[in-house]
């Protein structure tokens, strides 16, 4: 299982079986239908690089090792890894700072609403008379 501080990685598709297979499948659309037979004739800004392409499916289809920042993959300089691993918190959710935390803002555009989603883990695991409070 992929585990990550800020919880990104648990949903993370990268090598889950029917991923793959949607993967493969693709691929071998490409090579049946031989599209750089007719992709010719979509020039300019109508087209895209099928070479490219290619190379992301077979990155995609060889790279499925990633286990999450906890386990050392990830980017080392991520922010709110390096400060997970500073504190010694396991996960973001039992950092007693979440709330005012800032550090979740370069993941708005890609993960919005993942902050809150780790505010309310954090809330369920609190204690009853903390869940009360609101804390």
């Not at 493969?24 to 109508?46: I, Q």
């Not at 060889?62 to 691993?85: N, P, V, Y």
């Amino acid at each position: 299982m992929r585990k990550s501080y800020c919880g990104t990685c648990e949903g993370c598709q990268l090598g889950a079986p029917d991923f793959l297979k949607a993967l493969a499948t693709v691929k071998g659309y490409l090579e049946t239908f031989r599209v750089d037979w007719w992709a010719h004739c979509f020039p300019g800004d109508l087209g895209f690089s099928f070479t490219e392409f290619r190379q992301g499916l077979d990155w995609l289809l060889s790279h499925t090792e990633c286990s999450g920042c906890q386990d050392g993959k990830g980017d080392d300089r991520c922010t709110i890894r390096l400060c997970a691993m500073r504190r010694q918190q396991e996960h973001c959710y039992a950092c007693p700072d979440l709330m005012a935390c800032e550090k979740f803002a370069f993941l708005a555009e890609e993960f919005p609403g993942q902050k809150a989603r780790i505010r309310r883990r954090q809330l369920k695991a609190a204690p009853p008379e903390l869940q009360a409070r609101n804390i």
